[in-house]
């Protein structure tokens, strides 16, 4: 079986498929190309992380009510199998999206392979994220035409370097190139937004040029999580058998500057957080004050992706630092 397939056409019934059933259908990653008016194409992709179902539904969307497309579309349908089981990734598969460095995947190697001949038009990775955050585009690179691509999706947005093996960066230098933060899945705001961003940015002639003053740049300076053994709760629920209890009320601030003293949590025992900095070091105590069994920020602090997802906070981590890049 190959690692990819590549098709010219829209097989039949796609798009009436849902997620789950993409793998029936197209039977593993598949890239299809899609003619239309202006060239070179867009390329977008969807699906990398297979839980991530907003661009599927946005790009569907379009695609229906479209006879003719006015640019090219090449699109990327990642991970199918995983889409079957609303997850983001199965056991022993590999992220897809940390795996286009050097292209060491066979479905990386594949998908640059088919468009190492053409030019590109724009890249755009589309996901979903959690907790409540404005929309915000994640640039690899800080080219005019990258951070113009970020701009029309939203003022803010968010300079990645690490992991170096995500898409984007596989285009740099090559093409204009963004991933795309829709929000949480099953907001049906995250689907029309993916929706309306590619209707735009399809009808465009050329891309804006934006320069980095002009947008909220950020970048991550630490992440904070929640050590495996301590029991953890958030305010508005948590009981008696929490060791620490979280401020929920902390993700209505994503992306906004907390002063120094702000109120975190509260921790009984020797319960508190994890602080991580960009390269894995533990720096709990550059951020955090643990006084009384209160909890409180150190210095001001820009918090994004907070959430109150037991689940997520588990998964992944509760929050992000940033920092302001201009
Ligand atoms: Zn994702």
Known sequence: MTALTILDQLPSGLLETDPKALLSVLGGPTLIRLPGDAEPPLFVSVLLHGNEVSGWIGVRRLLRQQTRLPRSVWLFIGNVAAAAQAVRSLPGQPDF??????????VATAVLAAIADTQLFAVVDLHNNTGSNPHYAVVTDLAPGSLGLAKLFSDTAV????????????????????????????????DRRAHGFLKQLLNLGRLPHTQPEQLALFRTVARVLVPEDVV????????????????DSIEASNFATLPAGTWFGRSRGNARLCVLD????????????????????????????YTTDPLVVRQDCLCYFMERLN
Do not use: C
């Open 97 to 106: 999206n940390r795996m286009w460095r050097n292209a060491t995947h066979p």
């Open 159 to 190: 300079y990645v370097k690490q992991p170096a093996t995500v898409l984007t960066r596989a285009f740099e230098g090559k093409a204009p190139s963004v991933g795309l933060e829709l929000g949480p899945v099953g907001d049906p705001r995250a």
């Open 232 to 247: 953890f709760g958030f305010a508005a629920e948590a009981d008696g058998e929490v060791e620490l209890v979280l401020d």
């Open 278 to 305: 960009n390269d894995h070091r533990e720096v709990t105590d550059d951020y955090f004050d643990t006084r009384d069994g209160n909890l409180s920020a150190r210095l001001p602090v820009i918090p994004a992706m």
